[in-house]
C-alpha cells in the first residue's frame, strides 16, 4: 500500500478539498475519480506521492458516473 494525497482544485486554479488515503498504486485513479463525482466545483483532482504530482486527473477525460 502506499500513500496518496488527493487535492480537488476548481475552475479558479483554488485548493477546495485534501484527502489522504493509503491504497494501492493501480487504485490512486480510481480513487481520483470519485473524487470528482462527489465534488461537482473541482475540475481536476492532483494527485501527490510524497513531495511530488505524479498524476493529474481531469473531468473532462471521464464520463464521470460510469465508472
Not at 485548493?15 to 498504486?25: A, G, I
Amino acid at each position: 500500500m502506499d500513500t496518496f494525497i488527493f487535492v480537488c482544485i476548481s475552475d479558479t486554479q483554488s485548493r477546495t478539498m485534501v484527502d489522504l488515503q493509503e491504497l494501492p498504486l493501480t487504485g490512486y485513479r480510481d480513487h481520483a475519480i470519485k473524487m470528482l463525482q462527489k465534488h461537482a466545483s473541482a475540475v481536476a483532482v492532483e494527485v501527490w506521492q510524497g513531495e511530488k504530482v505524479i498524476d493529474t486527473v481531469k473531468r473532462d477525460d471521464h464520463i464521470l458516473g460510469r465508472d
